[in-house]
């Protein structure tokens, strides 16, 4: 059963958890009131919504706070609040429940936030998933310090079903990383912006509060981290060097294997090449274009710049060479 609680005088009702059960109307209006705000408004012929949050009463879902939509970036053009038509929270059974394959950064700016999602769904989906629940119209992000609930609506693009940032949009779409998103954004004044340019470090403390993984410090750099965390199943992301440290020269070589700079990965297999050196495969948040084969530890000493786990940040200096070129 999902319990209702608006505040300030209101009781409280019962309700099934079915996804469009029936509610008192009161109630309903209260939360919608809360979560929706203003009208949409017709903007040069696409459909835009303002986000501004009203001044009513508290409303308590299954023991998690209803937040309003948070409020969309000002280049989100053509964006509009909408409930998808397809696709579901979960994976449906027997397929895993939440999953690295899951995660489609969007057209956002926050890797760093849709890597960690991804990494710890595949090295700990039991807390992955734990976090996520169903209550009806609304779903419940359970972080570590708050529980928060957010109503089914996704920004969609235009007049698709397409979620505009984490969430693949597809007719099989799987939208618990959009909800974790949301819910995320909506702790924030300044909504989805707040999570542009989020380092996973501070993704991971979003996730965990109380960091239950420490990884033994290393001298070896990125590639001792990645292969660390990949026998020991520990969450882990790495982020690669940008335009300013990466001279030409090593630019070209990451853009010759499509490794972006600036960008976050999740380690996911370890393995060695044709000359003997270990290398690690990378995945992607956009959820494609990927590397085009495993990355080497040469190269990971070259081209990545910090490793984040749940409970540390390690910085790695520039190799001698490039910070001559620089």
Known sequence: MTLITP????AGIARPTTARAAVAPSIMRAAEAWHRGPAPTALGGVIGLRDVRPATATVVIDGAELLANPRLPDNAVG???GVPLTGSVFEPLPRPAVSLEHVDQ?????CGFVATMGSVAHYDPVHMRGMVREAGDFVIVDFPDRSVAVTRELPLRGLTDEPMYAGKGSDDAVLWPAYVEKAQAARAAEGY????????STAFLHLYGVQPVKLPAHAGGPMTDALQALREGTPVVLSTRGTKTAPPELAA???????HRTHAYVPIAAGVDEAGEATVTLFNPWGHLHPTRPVTRTELREMVVRAYTPSTERSY???????AAS
Do not use: V
């Not at 505040?7 to 209101?10: S, V």
């Not at 200096?317 to 910070?323: D, E, F, T, V």
């Open 7 to 10: 505040l300030h005088g209101m």
């Open 79 to 81: 964006a509009r609040w």
């Open 106 to 110: 969007g057209r956002l700016g926050d």
């Open 193 to 200: 912006m707040s999570l542009k340019g989020c380092k996973a």
């Open 253 to 259: 070589r990451m853009d010759a294997i499509n490794l």
């Open 317 to 323: 200096p520039l190799p001698r060479a490039a910070s």
